[in-house]
């Protein structure tokens, strides 16, 4: 008998974004009938395109209809014929806050016969997941000039953390790091030997939450340097990495190369309780638009984790087990390197479903 219709917000976005979002829904429907769910999708045009036309990006009357749906499933934002950080500011990072998707999801999984650039480093070695803090940080826009434009001119940034921010980051990696029940140990990455005020709140609350409620997971500790040595060197010692939004950024770009580069990355905007949005994390590589060659593998990854989220966690299992086996089909994870197109990328998956 199935179950609810999920609803589902699309948003294919600039550049390569509608291609790659196109296999991910021929994937969808094809792993909808063999396991009789029903869904419902709702296209949103939040593109450079419609901005030049109209200057409209993403309104409040826009959030409040995302909020009534299960999931937004995006492609990429990102048009060269606009200026730097207004799409990105005024789509995706508007949907992050409004939605409050305080949770940022990063598998860095390597998968059978991808290259990675790890010399002696396989599948077996290369899986694990960052939970990055999403909403905080100095993310969170707080500062200011002093004397702009003077030789005494002074730029401050501030890095935001509350105490029920980094709790409810904290939790979410503890609690995932159980249901993942694979090595059971979750590390903190920071900076507590410098950065002294942020990081003695993220290791006291670290500490005490694992202590009092999660005493089946080990806990460690790295600085965020080390963890990028160690990503190259020994990434094998990783289960469930958590971090704040500054480091999570730039250890998941790390984390994408090692496991094959930005065609296979996918990763989430989470709300546990509320509305999450997932998207292939390589951009909208406009010049390679129109040409069918972009690796739609990353936005395939994108919906399995949607699936995950909605509760269709055997859907999710099958979908990644179809690409696995289109990874084992391929020539490379690099646009027009493939050995095939971007949309026999997503048959090969639809069709292994």
């Known amino acids: 008998m199935a179950g609810k219709t999920h609803k589902i917000a699309v948003i294919g976005g600039d550049g390569t974004g509608p291609e790659v979002v196109a296999e991910g829904l021929k994937v969808l429907k094809a792993v909808a009938q063999k396991h009789n769910?029903?869904?419902?999708?709702?296209?949103?045009?939040?593109?450079?395109?419609?901005?030049?036309?109209?200057?409209?990006?993403?309104?409040?009357?826009?959030?409040?209809?995302?909020?009534?749906?299960?999931?937004?499933?995006?492609?990429?934002v990102g048009d060269p014929a606009v200026k730097p950080g207004i799409i990105e500011h005024g789509v995706l990072l508007k949907i992050r806050f409004a939605l409050d998707q305080y949770i940022n999801l990063r598998p860095v999984i390597l998968y059978p016969n991808v290259w990675t650039p790890l010399k002696d480093k396989g599948p077996a070695e290369i899986d694990f997941i960052v939970v990055r803090e999403n909403s905080e940080g100095l993310y969170k826009g707080i500062g200011e000039f002093q004397k702009k434009g003077t030789a005494d001119e002074v730029a401050i940034q501030v890095s935001y953390n509350t105490r029920k921010g980094v709790e409810r980051c904290l939790r979410y990696a503890f609690e995932f790091c159980r249901k993942?029940?694979?090595?059971?140990?979750?590390?903190?990455?920071?900076k507590t030997n410098v950065l002294t005020y942020a990081w003695d709140l993220w290791e006291r609350a670290f500490h005490e939450i694992g202590q009092k409620d999660y005493p089946d997971i080990k806990r460690e500790y790295a600085h965020v340097d080390a963890t990028c040595m160690w990503f190259v060197k020994n990434p094998e010692w990783f289960d469930v990495i958590v971090t704040d939004n500054m480091f999570g950024d730039i250890i998941t770009d790390l984390g994408a190369?090692?496991?094959?580069?930005?065609?296979?990355a996918a990763g989430g905007n989470i709300n546990p309780e509320g509305v999450s949005m997932f998207e292939p994390i390589g951009g909208s590589a406009?010049?390679?638009?129109?040409?069918?060659?972009?690796?739609p593998l990353a936005a395939i990854g994108a919906l399995q984790m949607l699936l995950d989220e909605i509760g269709e966690s055997?859907?999710?299992?099958?979908?990644?087990k179809g690409i696995k086996f289109a990874c084992t089909k391929m020539k490379s994870m690099s646009a027009g390197k493939m050995g095939m197109s971007t949309t026999e990328v997503g048959d090969t998956v639809a069709g292994a479903i």
């Open 314 to 320: 055997k859907a999710a299992a099958d979908v990644e």
């Open 180 to 190: 993942r029940n694979k090595k059971k140990t979750l590390t903190l990455v920071g």
């Open 257 to 264: 190369m090692i496991q094959g580069g930005m065609g296979i």
């Open 286 to 295: 406009p010049k390679y638009t129109g040409q069918n060659v972009i690796n």
């Open 37 to 76: 769910f029903k869904y419902e999708l709702k296209e949103f045009d939040f593109t450079g395109k419609r901005y030049l036309k109209t200057g409209k990006l993403v309104s409040d009357q826009d959030i409040a209809e995302l909020k009534t749906f299960d999931a937004i499933y995006l492609g990429a």
